[in-house]
């Protein structure tokens, strides 16, 4: 890795008499870089941007073969659509929560592990484990452990005198927002901690001399710092909290009552239920326009934080 | 030198490390001692942490009562494919990147990491149709293809390989060495440790993924574990002491994994980061 630091001329011209070969070397080396690129590109076109033309075309058609041209039918279909608001609306708590849950939990988290404590790497490890579960396991164990009547949870309640819980029937939506940050918060957590890392310890100290609380320091260093880390950690929870599926898949069912019917759980129904292709390219574009949104946000302000030590 | 905290601050610090570090690992656990309760104790509605004697039986009955041999030959398959693919194909192309200079260089890198934008769930609906018309449909085919590059691998590979000299290349192609063999001998060796990261980030991701494989088969013989996991808790209603046997079975190599490289995770998930 020590290559990583060294900074050699980038450009380099042959010198000398081989300077000769040059042109025809630059020519065999742009056909060496077609030849390697030529079926990455076939791949990328098959597999991302024809998919995603097909969605666009498939919108504005309708049948079980998405076939026949309906115009813009689906789309209006979509913005009058009851069942897809009520999903918005579930997406749009789900991920909010999901993301602001993850960075409030997840920077606290690093703060205390920023610390020169003794076992942190033990500590990050048993935080970090969740992630690597299958959205399949962490939903089977959540509905056993929170099963009303088989569930251990309700159990230990009852042994410590408290009261007990049907949460997935109360508060469906809370209960997976919580589920779904047991299962992230170690990996937003393992990003600021990288990026509490990156602040150089000096500012700490100016500040610190200046007569500076932590509280204050915390606020008019460590957060403004963070910023660049923190927009990432906000798009990549946005995404994946719109691309949840597996919480209403295998806990909820997207009930009681459509409360946890998160969009590409809709999506998913509307094409492999009510097989309606063309209804769910036209919900599917929908989507790609707001990740779009999101990614471009991402970019502009990103470019605008990027910070200078 | 930053001073440690003080005394209080660290009791505290344990405190609500400890509290949430039990929360994350003691579901995790309880997994593993559901997987070993007789089918009795995981139905009766005074539920126990621990059984009265481990079934470590359930586990051989995991593959009588549904095809979990399939699911777990599917698993490495599919994965060690899209595995073994990324590993190929990520650093080649962004070896081209980092390294060649040809007309269009820019536009084709900008088109390449647009496809970030379009995640899976946005095109599951035209690769499912695709997959269909192919015949693909409930074949490793099916499951694999989709996979076998990704952008965000291609980057992560081109920021690693532009800081090499260009005259470690420039001497080994006066030396007579092909394109491939520079690739094979040069580039690849220094940039092993961003292929660990590359290859334990793509095995885990795709070991654990569930909505592609759910969509893209059709009968119990070709689902993966995580799929298979689902479908045998819905089909033969909670039998929740063979899905945590299962689920046991789909959790242990990840973890293995991470706890051997815990170092290149954590390098991962901040590489991730560079996006």
Known sequence: MRQLTTGPPRRRRLRGPLAVFAPSLNRRYVLTAYAFLIPAFAFFGLMFYLPIANIITNSFNTGPQANQFAGLENYTRAFEDASVQNSFTVTFIFGAATTIGAIVIGLALALLLNQPLRGRVVFRAALLVPYLTSVAIVGLLWRNILDPQLGILNRLLMDLGLPTQSWLNTHPLATIIAVTLWMTVGYTMVLFLAGLQGIPEQYHEAATVDGASPWQRFWRITLPLLAPTTLFVSVMAVISGLQAFGQAYIITGGGPANATDLYIFHVFNVAFTSRDFGYASALSFLLFIVIVIFTVIQLRVGRRNEVQY | ?275
């Open chain 2, 1 to 275: 030198m930053r001073r440690g905290p003080t005394m209080t601050a660290r009791i505290g610090s344990y405190g609500v490390l400890g509290v949430v570090g039990a929360i994350t690992v003691l579901p995790l656990l309880y997994m593993g001692a559901l997987s070993l309760q007789t089918e009795a104790e995981t139905l009766s509605a005074n539920p126990v942490l621990w059984p009265e004697t481990p079934q470590f039986g359930n586990y051989a009955e995991l593959f009588e009562r549904a095809p979990f041999g399939n699911f777990i030959i599917n698993s490495i398959v599919v994965t060690g494919g899209i595995t073994v693919a990324h590993l190929v194909f990520d650093p080649l192309v962004g070896y081209v990147f980092a390294k060649f200079r040809f007309p269009l260089r820019n536009t084709l890198f900008i088109a390449l990491l647009t496809t970030l934008m379009m995640p899976l769930f946005v095109r599951m609906i035209p690769l499912y149709v695709m997959m269909s018309n192919l015949g693909w449909l409930n074949s490793y085919q099916a499951l694999i293809v989709p996979f076998l590059m990704d952008a965000f691998g291609i980057f992560l590979m081109r920021q690693f390989i532009q800081p090499i000299p260009d005259d470690l290349i420039q001497a080994a192609r006066i030396d007579g060495a092909s394109e491939l063999r520079i690739y094979a001998r040069v580039i690849l060796p220094q940039v092993k440790p961003a292929l660990a990261v590359l290859g334990l980030f793509t095995f885990v991701f795709q070991w654990n993924e569930f909505l592609w494989p759910l969509v893209a088969t059709t009968t119990e013989d070709m689902r993966t574990i995580p799929v298979g996991l689902t479908l045998f808790n819905q089909e033969y209603f909670t039998l929740w002491h063979l899905t945590a046997a299962g689920s046991v079975i789909l959790f242990v190599p990840t973890v293995l994994l991470f706890l051997f490289s815990q170092r290149y995770f954590v390098r991962g998930i901040t590489l991730s980061g560079l996006k």
